[in-house]
């Protein structure tokens, strides 16, 4: 092999090898990845059994049901349609009824949302971008008189 030749399949290489990596980093992003859904977008967009997704909404008034131990039931809402999620776990001290909230998990085959985690907000300055947005569309979220 000449020396350009042996630079050449250096360079192939190289190339292969980033290739193969970027390759492997964006399959793997793509499976991690956990989509935001609000109750109401669930109707238009029907989820798997076992795909994880993140919800969010509000906390439905009235729905928090404490069972055995740490485990808790209630309803997210959009005010149009509520899901009823299971969370077994501590809940943040800012959970309440009426308040923001972030779940993500998966569904069940019952048609339950199982939750793993739980992340509660008190206003929209520290909700995600989305769910501020998705409130304030449905007219069920409004602006703070104070900012």
Known sequence: MTRKQKRLSVIVAGLAFLGASTGLTFYALGQKASYFYMPADLASAP???GQR???GGLVERGTVVRGEGATVAFSVTDEQRSVKVTYTGILPDLFREGQGVITEGTFSTGGVFVADSVLAKHDERYMPKEVAEGLKAKGVW??????
């Open 53 to 55: 997704i993140r919800l």
């Open 47 to 49: 989820v798997q059994p």
């Open 142 to 147: 409004e602006e703070s008189k104070t900012q």
